[in-house]
């Protein structure tokens, strides 16, 4: 989850370890590194070979579905969005065109990002190396960038753009969103609320449309506890009348002797007090407009912060974030009428298992601050349940979801006789409206343990030390990792590594003799104190995360994965049963992270730019 909340890694962690030198030329399509495509050359021509092997005896139903289809994706320069965008063009060469709604960002224009942000990513280069020296010409010609915005009504289409997205488009796939925790209740409700809507309203005018994907997130389950069925949300729904219900209903049957076995529904007088996100955008922008009046500056986006905090918890989710994503479902479930639509709900989404390349992330996601902040020994640990688990899914495998489900809703993806006796697919559960609901997760299908995540990342860095930037030597971690069982002791033990008794004592005695403070002290202390105040901050927002009570069934996953052909099967992977944890985590995720996102070397690796000149 790309947030502002995560400024703290890029800050306190990525500056104080070293990196690989700059100022060399930057070859489109390649890293900042000269010769990273060099390293993944092997890998693409696997990739390559594979991919042809496939083709030759081709019975993939996805495949054929995505033949000479448009498609229309928002998002586009976002992390999930680009490994969709890859894997389309990967698996079929031969869809027709795929309009990129992207924003203008101060100079620069939608082409412009199209090529910088976009085509010349490293993702792309197994396409790259497929393509030879057409690869621009084929990427120019497939992909056609439309300057919008989410966050206006109408997308902030030009009438040309509009026009022809409603004559062409047959796919409507919509992956934007705001994913800041705490961000202003305004500011979510019309990204992640209404910019649901939005999209929706320009599906339903595309002339050829099959079917809409919609990317929620698993965690608009909110503070529910136990099994989260993969069920759309409906206007009045509200996971804080539920808990009620649940608890109203476990206490007359505990009041009987008799036990309550399952959460109960909530009764019908609960549903009408739910949550109506119609009232909850009015709600947002009447109390935006009186905070412009009466204040400005911080000010006016604090207040806005604290309501969607409040707003959330009221009603049973544990942030603004999740909270307008399922509202953004409500409205998507209300106003849907004949729309095809599947909803896909991935976890907390980590870097490729296996595609583009093993390891591939951009950007800093939601688990990735603990990992680094551990690494670079800031702390011992982290707050959660010591019996929770932490469920984090590969991009790739949410992408193969989303791709798979398209095709199956749209009816063209049809389970082989080699796979099934019959050729009707199985019914999805828990189906609002004919909605299909998809949760890409692992707390049921290969649950990780909180602890044990700590316990892995631990022996991935005892075995590979980040360098301090300054003196070069390793960064040991204490060994002694825990699962903290409340904030405030992950607080106070945060304070002592960052030498807060020792600037504790220095504090005092200046208070008592001024100018007894050297000016090193004084800068130290301002980055101990800073330092910690992120952390804390970090475990104020993760902290819900790191002890989630719900787990996210995945029965409509599985169930799309047994009507998959072997063909599909092969091409489209999605075994998270399967998933090795330390595998995945020590030898491809954080690698990954370390290299793609950050740019940080583990210690005793060789700088390009040293190499080069022996």
Same mark, same amino acid.
């Given at each position: ?140 010609? #497939? ?8 966050? /206006?009504? !109408? +997308?902030?289409?030009? %009438?040309? &753009? @509009?026009? *022809? ?44 449309? #099959? ?8 965690? /608009?389950? !909110? +503070?529910?506890?136990? %099994?989260? &069925? @993969?069920? *759309? ?64 500056? @911080?000010? *006016? ?314």
């Amino acid at each position: 989850m790309a947030s502002c909340a995560l400024g703290w890694a890029t800050q306190a962690v990525v500056s104080r370890v070293r990196r690989p030198g700059r100022g060399r030329t930057r070859h489109l399509g390649t890293d900042k590194r000269s010769g990273r495509r060099v390293g993944r050359a092997s890998t693409c021509r696997a990739s390559i070979a594979a991919h042809e092997h496939a083709h030759a005896r081709d019975e993939s139903s996805v495949r054929a579905f995505l033949s000479e289809r448009t498609v229309l994706l928002t998002g586009s320069t976002g992390f999930l969005a680009k490994v969709f965008l890859e894997k389309l063009l990967w698996e079929q060469p031969d869809v027709r065109k795929v309009f990129l709604v992207i924003a203008p960002r101060g100079a620069q224009t939608a082409e412009d990002r199209l090529a910088k942000e976009i085509i010349a990513a490293p993702l792309f280069d197994r396409l790259r190396a497929r393509h030879g020296a057409d690869f621009e010409a084929f990427a120019f010609a #497939k992909l056609v960038p439309v300057a919008g915005d989410l966050g /206006v009504d !109408g +997308l902030g289409l030009s %009438p040309e &753009a @509009e026009s *022809a997205i409603e004559k062409e488009t047959d796919v409507v796939v919509h992956s934007a969103a705001t994913t800041t925790f705490d961000e202003r209740f305004d500011v979510a409700v019309n990204i992640n609320t209404l910019g649901p809507r939005r999209v929706l309203a320009l599906a339903k005018r595309c002339e050829n449309l #099959k079917v809409m994907c919609h990317v929620s997130t698993a965690f /608009v389950n !909110g +503070l529910r506890v136990g %099994p989260a &069925a @993969e069920r *759309a949300f409906r206007v009045g729904d509200s996971v804080a009348n539920e808990l009620a219900e649940r608890k109203k209903n476990r206490d007359s049957f505990s009041a009987r002797g008799a036990s309550l076995d399952a959460p109960k529904p909530p009764a019908a007088a609960a549903k009408e007090k739910g949550v109506d996100p119609y009232e909850e955008i009015a709600l947002a922008f009447a109390e935006a407009e009186a905070c412009d009046r009466a204040e400005s500056g @911080e000010g *006016a986006s604090e207040r806005m912060t604290r309501l969607g905090s409040k707003r959330a918890l009221a009603n049973g989710w544990q942030d603004t974030y999740v909270f307008t994503k399922a509202m953004g479902e409500q409205i998507l479930s209300a106003e849907r009428d004949d729309v095809p639509l599947v909803i896909v709900r991935p976890s907390i989404v980590e870097g490729a298992l296996s595609e583009p390349f093993p390891g591939w992330i951009e950007g800093v996601r939601m688990a990735d601050p603990l990992i680094l902040a551990y690494g670079k020994g800031l702390i011992r640990g982290f707050v959660g349940d010591k019996q929770g688990v932490l469920d984090i899914v590969p991009v790739d495998a949410v992408v193969n979801v989303m791709l798979a489900a398209l095709a199956r809703k749209a009816g063209e993806a049809r389970p082989s006789r080699e796979a099934r006796p019959s050729d009707e697919l199985e019914p999805l559960s828990g189906d609002v409206d004919d909605i299909a609901v998809y949760h890409v997760a692992t707390s049921t299908l290969n649950p990780l343990n909180f602890e044990k995540f700590l316990r892995i990342v631990s022996g991935h860095f005892a075995e590979h030390p980040l360098a301090d930037k300054r003196s070069g030597d390793a960064i040991v971690p204490d060994a002694n990792i825990e699962v903290f069982s409340s904030r405030l002791a992950f607080e106070v033990d945060t304070w002592l590594r960052q030498d807060g008794v020792r600037f504790a004592g220095v504090s005092l005695l200046e208070k008592l003799k001024p100018g007894s403070m050297s000016r090193a002290d004084r800068r130290k202390k301002v980055v101990a104190q800073k330092t910690w105040e992120q952390l804390k901050g970090m475990g104020e927002l993760y902290a819900p995360y790191t002890s989630y009570a719900a787990r996210f069934s995945s029965t409509n996953v599985q169930t799309l994965r047994k009507s998959l052909s072997p063909s599909d099967a092969r091409a489209f992977p999605f075994e998270l049963e399967s998933l090795d944890w330390r595998e995945y985590l020590s030898s491809v995720h954080i690698p990954g992270l370390l290299k793609h996102a950050l740019r940080i070397e583990p210690r005793g690796e060789k700088k390009e730019g040293k190499e080069k000149q022996n």
